[in-house]
């Protein structure tokens, strides 16, 4: 059974830079796709960005594009999301998720972590 944990969220200042990880186990790897999401207080869990099983692909969302990098290395299962220029509406629990990719990139996901806050302060 795959295993997602994420870490790295925390606090930072509104025009800061944050990473992010993901760590994954249990399951191999390269076999899905893996892709963030975010869910604001009181809002729904939205798509951020995904990234292909070998990182050839890569899709963002509207207000991820051109500030966030989604990247992974298969050989130590792990996943990024690289965030700069933040933004307070980026506060939010940021998740890793996996899954096929024709559904990853469309916003789906068949497994997922817990986790991790990130809070910008303005």
């Known amino acids: 059974q795959v295993q997602l944990v994420e870490s790295g969220g925390g606090l930072v200042q509104a025009g800061g830079s944050l990473t992010i990880s993901c760590a994954a186990s249990?399951?191999?790897?390269?076999?899905?796709?893996v892709g963030w999401f975010r869910q604001a207080p009181g809002k729904e869990r939205e798509f951020v960005a995904a990234i292909s099983y070998r990182g050839g692909n890569r899709v963002y969302s509207d207000s991820a594009e051109g500030r966030f990098t989604i990247d992974r290395d298969n050989a130590n299962n792990m996943a990024w999301l690289q965030m700069t220029s933040l933004k307070s509406e980026d506060t939010a629990v940021y998740y890793c998720?996996?899954?096929?990719?024709?559904?990853?990139?469309?916003?789906?996901?068949?497994?997922w972590g817990q986790g991790t806050q990130v809070t910008v302060s303005s």
């Open positions: 998720a996996g899954g096929i990719w024709t559904n990853v990139a469309a916003g789906r996901a068949d497994f």
């Open positions: 249990g399951g191999t790897f390269r076999s899905y796709a």
